[in-house]
Each structure stands twice: as structure tokens, then as C-alpha cells.
């Protein structure tokens, strides 16, 4: 389904929000984490405090939290820094990004202070879901870093997968070109290619292409507008690697299925998840009525979808939502879309569904882009 950028919005929004970047080296991971004091000790006597998610494992994302053990409301933000990038990367944010099994040391600054902490990535286990891309052309090396961390992200949320054939292709089959159709695939394989023909407004697009037995796909295809990655990443920042990712992670979302694609109908018959997504009706929207998204939509009989049923209606049961057509760059996979990866199949963990990133910026609202390409608008929570 094709997402509608205001292309204008979009370079403004990337030059406003360009300042408030920290120092960043590139990241990616999922693997259980020890950490060991190296300089100065995180629960002892640092001037900065150290706590990371845990377990690290190869291939999933997590997070180093810094904060000052004594309040610094004006403090400068913190610069980040991995001595070893192949093991673990750390963004300008402090998101960590493990890319296999190791040991690196992370080290944090701020206002003329330092802070250092030991991290263990364990491997992958050997059932682990994995997004694999295949860029038609030769990706920006802030591009692949991007996409690499959008499937980290994703990685965290699907756990598990078995290897399965690639069976039928959907009707979107004539733009898959490049997809290999002759291996077994334990996640799903996603092409990558610029989007010359993108009509004025629309930066990019995520479908399936194909898909197994029951419904899942193996293989998608994402388009991005021919150029809009270059001037997104021409500043440099880590914000902007941030923005490019969002958009990454959001069209890998309707390559999976997200919010409410629906699934095609073969040989095979309909995916079992079919009878879930309700068609527009006079009087309602599309609604997705699946076990497990109801489960966390607090007491709903069902979830609105937009205009068409590729996104959340906007709405607070998908607020902080990264599905929904108002796209908010610090947005995530929420409880509710994890729930309809559940229900369309995937062996998710509810307990990883994503919050709203916690970054702040001094000076710069959060903004919301709609990718339908309608008149934008700018929201300051």
C-alpha cells in the first residue's frame, strides 16, 4: 500500500530536527546482557548512571539508558560510543544494536564526564525470525545502517520462524522482481529499490509479494521515491538515520501485513486470518476483529482502520502507533499491531510490542507526517 509523504514536510522536518542529534556510530540486535564495570562503576560512585535492557542476543534491538545521578534539567545530551561495531552498535540515542555473539565496551560523555560498562551478546538461536534485504541499487551507508535497525526492531518482536518454501505470489508479483523463489526462507526476504515513478507527494510503499500456506509472507518488496533518501540523509545526524528507519520499519510493516492488508485468497483458499479484517461497510470503516489485538485494545469489539485497510484510523487505540497514516518518526510496533502479527501468525512476543521513544530535543516538536499526502500537521505532546 503506498504511504504518502509530503516530501516538502519531509525535508523540513529533517532539517528542524537535525540539531538535537548526539554523537552516534553505527548499531543493530537480540542476546542476554552482562555488564561489567571497566573504568568507573554504573551503580557506584559514576556521575552518570548506566542501565541496559537485557538479555542481549545477535539480530534484536535494546536499550543503554544514561541519566545523571544528580538532576542536570540543562544538561547537554549524551554522545555514544561502541569499540567494536561488528559486535554491537549504539546510536546517537543510546539504542543498542547487536550484530553477533561478542563482547564490546560502550562508553558514554557528556559535559566533560565519562562512563563505560561491558556488554555480552549471545547468538541468535538457530530458530530465530530474520529480515534479509536485497537493494536493487548500492544502498547510502546511512541507508543499510537504517535498515538494518528497523529489522533489529522487528527481530525483537518475531521471535521464531521455520523454514518454509515460497509458495504463491499475490497479485503485487510484477513488481517483486529479484526475489529468489527457489531456497527456503526462516523470516522474510525484502527487496529494496528506488521509486522513480512515485507520483508528486508519495515518498514510499511496503507489500508482500509472496507467501507460505498460511498466509505470511516470505518475501515483500519496499519502493522509496527516487532521492528522498538522499536528501533525508544529507545532514548527517543521527535523527535523520532515525527518520529514514521509521519509514524502513513502517513499510516492512505492510510487507508483513500491517495494519490490516488484506491477504489473498489461492489454490490454497483464503488465509485463516481472512474472516478477521471486515470490509467497509455505510455505516463503519474497515475493522480488524482479531483474538489477539482485541486482546489489548481494552474492551474494543474492533479496530478501526483507515480510509483504506493498510492503516490504523487515527485514534487512541493506536496513538503511539508506527501504522498509522499520521507517521510519527518516534513512534513503534504498539501492543495492538504486534497483536495482529500474532493473529495473522507470526510467534510474537506480546511482552516486546514497543512504546514511544523517550527522546527529548530541546526546541523541537515532535511532528506527524501524514503519508497520504494531505495538508500536514505538527503535534507537541
Known sequence: ???????????????????????????????PARLADTRAAPSAEGVIRLAADAPLVAGEAGRLRATWREPRPLAEPFTWWSSD?????????????????GTAELVVRAEGERQAVTVDVAPAPADAFRVRFSFATPPLAGERIAYERAAARLQRVVQRAE????????????FCGGLPTDQPVQGVLVRVARWVSAAPG?????????????????GGVVRIRDGWRDSTLAHGSAFDTL????????????????????GWTSDRGAPPYARWLLPATRDEPWRWTGPAALAVAGGAA??????????????????DDLMRPMLDPLAGLS?????????????????????RLDIRLPGVAPALIDVHGRPAAVSAR
Open 202 to 218: 508519495v515518498v514510499g510503499e511496503g507489500m508482500p509479494c509472496v507467501m507460505d500456506a498460511r498466509g505470511r509472507a516470505l
Open 243 to 262: 527518520l529514514v528507519e521509521a519509514v524502513a520499519l513502517h513499510e516492512m510493516g505492510h510487507v508483513l501485513g500491517l495494519a490490516g492488508v488484506p
Open 335 to 355: 501492543a495492538i499491531s504486534v497483536g495482529v502479527l500474532r493473529d495473522r501468525g507470526y510467534d510474537v512476543d506480546p511482552a516486546r510490542a514497543e512504546r
Open 163 to 174: 523454514p518454509a518454501s515460497l509458495l504463491f505470489a499475490g497479485p503485487t508479483g510484477q
Open 1 to 31: 500500500m503506498a504511504d504518502r509523504w509530503r516530501v516538502g514536510l519531509a525535508a523540513s522536518l529533517v532539517g528542524a530536527l537535525s540539531c538535537g542529534g548526539g554523537g552516534t556510530t553505527p548499531s543493530e540486535g537480540r542476546a
Open 302 to 319: 474492533a479496530i478501526p482502520l483507515a480510509g483504506d485497510p493498510s492503516h490504523w484510523a487515527t485514534g487512541p487505540l493506536a496513538l
Open 85 to 101: 561495531t561488528s559486535v554491537v552498535d549504539v546510536d546517537g540515542f543510546g539504542r543498542l544494536f547487536p550484530r553477533r555473539a
